[in-house]
């Protein structure tokens, strides 16, 4: 069935009856309803196939398919559509069965009252409207749900879970803080700060997310994110590490796009991590842990435009990625500490004959260039 516009409002009349449909049909066209006649079920059911129809009114007693029949058909393969019952029996147990059971949502008495019947169908739009907005609300809650938590975390807590917190052996944590943007912000209007930021780090949010990475949040100018949870991951090291390459690319392309000369400091660890939800009316899901302090000590002892990175997380991506030695450094809360920056992607040969990094390269364009 084509989507239902409630704006359309249309109505299918079933009826073997021809002068009942017709007078039905007359009757809900001056109030302004597009109607449909059926002469059977069989008939109806064609036609709720083909047109973008939100109510039926059928009667009981049909030749061939029951009334009741009919509307069990509608309720299963079209469950939207608001089902109303027409009878002139006099077993009333036939009609409360089919209301308690949800095969119709009212019944109307034959021979009707017009009043009542256009009150009926009042009621019964009225309330497919009401419902229309009740799903439209749902799915914006779902989708600002999902913009605070990460999908699975948001299904948890959807499904009455609490508290959530859960440990993970292996993850890899990301903290990236802009470099001078808080000068840069005190001779900026509030407006304009606030559209900056919002591009720059929706970018980094797309990167994230091509790359399975979860954004953890965002304080001020500062970033934070995750790979290895909270689904696990054996590779969350190589996908942090490809999020925080594009992220530097990203924001080069950043300035010159703007004009600027923003830098970012990136510190990178990987270990054991705590993550759970906090609050009860503003959602917070934040992670914790020795891993993610040291992660964050990382971007706090860096060097603007490099990503610095602890040993855990060298050791995972040994051989794949290029590192150059810092050495031993005093971390605060930590001690002596051997750290590495991380450079880019492994260089390997290509089958021109020439370099290349995993997984972008560039096909050399002479033959003497391949050599």
Known sequence: MP?????????????????????????????????????????????????????????????????????????????????????????????????????????????????????????????????????????????????????????????????????????????????????LSQRMPPGQLVELLDELFSAFDAIATSHGVEKIKTIGDAYMAVAGLPIPRHDHAAAIAEVALEVFASLEAFNRRRGLGLKMRIGINSGPVIAGVMGKHKFAYDLWGDAVNTASRMESHGVPGRIHVGQATRRLLRGRYVFERRGVIDVKGKGPMTTHWLIGRHQRRNRYGGSRSDPAWSRPKTTSDAR
């Open 3 to 183: 989507d239902q516009q409630l704006s359309d409002r249309v109505i299918l009349v079933a009826d073997d009856d021809e002068m009942i449909r017709r007078a039905l049909g007359r009757l809900l066209s001056s109030q302004g309803y597009t109607v449909h006649l059926a002469e059977c079920g069989a008939t109806a059911l064609r036609l709720l196939e083909h047109h973008p129809i939100q109510l039926i009114i059928c009667d009981y007693d049909m030749p061939e398919m029951s009334g009741l029949d009919v509307l069990k058909q509608v309720r299963e393969r079209f469950p939207k559509v608001c089902r109303i019952m027409m009878t002139g029996t006099t077993d009333l147990e036939i009609v409360v069965q089919a209301i308690n059971e949800g095969e119709i949502y009212r019944f109307v008495h034959k021979p009707w009252d017009n009043h009542l019947l256009a009150s009926t169908v009042h009621v019964a739009f009225e309330t497919l409207r009401l419902e229309a907005e009740l799903e439209r609300e749902r799915a914006r809650s779902e989708r600002l749900l999902l913009n605070v938590l990460p999908g699975p975390i948001a299904e948890r807590l959807k499904a009455g879970e609490s508290p959530i917190a859960d440990e993970f052996s292996e993850a890899t944590i990301l903290f990236a803080d802009l470099v001078g943007f808080t000068e």
